[in-house]
């Protein structure tokens, strides 16, 4: 960046946008400063970084001077289908599986609200400075739906829909047909289109590698969650706890599984045959051992990270810290996400000033841990971005080339990295 490129690179207007400072993935770039910029089709072209307040050539300013510009953020995992269920109070004193049969239950369920609900989260990522989502478009009652894929890609925002299925017990091969049904239908142009087996309680090993070879045969990518709670790995581990109940409650539970769970694994290594053969985007991986990070090291899985969900459930009580950092230390790329609404507090939904956005969660964590503010803006951007299989240049800020969007947080120029995590500022997207 230090090197302006030519001015005859400019075949537009360009604008100079003044701020306090100017941050990405790499740390506090200039402060006081700003960014020469001219709008792109797919973004905004960086021309340079800006020292003080050089007018820089420019053809019009926009003055931000009490703000701080970073990258459009990556909100790597979230249900904006959700949305429209609002924030709920944390569960009190029901375990993991009651509060997963209440989201079934107040999912919507048909074309029309689904995409009002989906339209809604686009608004509240929008409003949170997100430019990039990996959105679950969850499974309904009639199976796998396009209809959160479709909404996304007439949104302005970028990123990927995850089409989500159960196949469990008894029902494994009817509900596979229902998503091969579902990525058929889709047609030839599956841009923005991803796969999410739901969890390993909820879809079997076999069903797991038949994703896989789905997803190499349309070449989409793949998340699932993973490793999010204890009564996962009780599953996993032993084929009992609240998991087991459920599913034989259900009627879905067949003796057969145990060919599969019930073999003492954890979790990760329990998907370990299909992590090895593609790379996996995790949810949570809230319960994560040594070897289960090594398991994610070696096969190139990226995990997110969802800090006010681990929160909300409690899971630092029962299953300990979240190991993000450690996972990093050792080569695990580590993003953001928010999960969906329903974890988030309540004013997360105000209709003037709600937002979904990873910097609320990334300020969690440089107030509880400390994390420095530039490993902070990897996280929130171009770590969602490799995750997703994007191109995570155009989530930093580098001369002669397009970033995604700009977004300003009101912050002073003395420590504006300090000021943007350690705040509680709303993130606004630049439009120039
Ligand atoms: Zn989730």
């Known amino acids: 960046m230090k090197d302006p490129p030519p001015r005859t690179n400019a075949s537009g207007p360009t604008t100079l946008i003044r701020a306090s400072g100017v941050a990405d993935e790499r740390g506090l770039l200039v402060a006081p400063g700003g960014l020469l910029v001219e709008k792109a089709p797919d973004g905004m072209l960086v021309h340079q970084l800006v020292e003080g307040h050089a007018q820089a050539g420019a053809d019009r300013v926009v003055d931000l001077r009490d703000h701080i510009l970073v990258p459009g953020m990556v909100n790597a995992h979230c249900h904006l289908d959700l949305t429209s269920v609002g924030p709920l109070a944390r569960p009190q004193g029901e375990d993991f599986a009651d509060w997963l049969q209440k989201v079934r239950a107040n999912r919507p369920q048909d074309d029309g609200t689904i995409a009002a609900s989906v339209r809604r989260g686009v608004e509240l990522s929008l409003a949170g400075g997100v430019v990039a989502v990996g959105d679950i478009a969850g499974c309904v009652q009639s199976g796998p739906t ?107 539970w067949d003796e057969d599984e145990l060919a599969h769970v019930g073999r003492g694994r954890h979790p990760v290594e329990h998907l370990e045959p299909v992590l090895s053969r593609r790379r996996w985007m995790l949810a949570h991986v809230n319960d994560c051992p040594d070897d289960a990070i090594q398991t994610l090291a070696r096969t190139g899985a990226s995990v997110v990270y969802c800090p006010r969900a681990h929160r909300y459930f409690g899971f630092g009580a029962s299953i300990g810290p979240h190991r993000y950092r450690v996972m990093m230390e050792r080569g695990v790329c580590v ?29 969690v964590l440089y107030r509880e841990d400390g994390v420095a503010g530039s490993t902070l803006l990897a996280m929130m951007t ?51």
């Not at 999960?339 to 004013?347: Q, T």
């Open 146 to 252: 396009l209809t959160p894929w479709r909404t996304l890609r007439q949104s302005p925002l970028e990123g990927i829909s995850f089409v989500e299925f159960f196949a469990f017990g008894r029902s494994v091969e009817a509900r596979l047909q229902l998503v091969e049904r579902a990525l058929q239908r889709a047609g030839e142009d599956r841009t923005m289109l991803g796969l999410q087996p739901h969890a390993p309680y909820s879809v079997n090993l076999p069903a797991y590698q038949r994703a896989t070879e789905l997803a190499e045969r349309w070449n989409l990518p793949v998340c699932t969650h993973l490793a999010e709670s204890v009564d996962e790995r009780l599953f996993v581990a032993d084929a009992a706890g609240p998991q087991r109940t459920l599913l034989e409650s259900l009627g879905i």
């Open 335 to 363: 993003c953001l996400g928010t999960d969906s609404i329903i974890n988030l507090p309540r004013e997360a939904d105000d209709p003037r000033r709600g937002r979904m956005s990873v910097l609320d969660e990334a300020r």
């Open 382 to 432: 171009t770590n969602g971005a490799r995750a997703l299989g994007m191109d995570a240049s155009r989530y930093r800020f580098e001369s002669g080339r397009a970033v995604a969007g700009v977004v300003a947080v009101r912050s002073g120029h003395v420590d504006p990295l300090s000021e943007l995590f350690g705040g509680g500022e709303a993130p606004v997207r630049v439009v120039v």
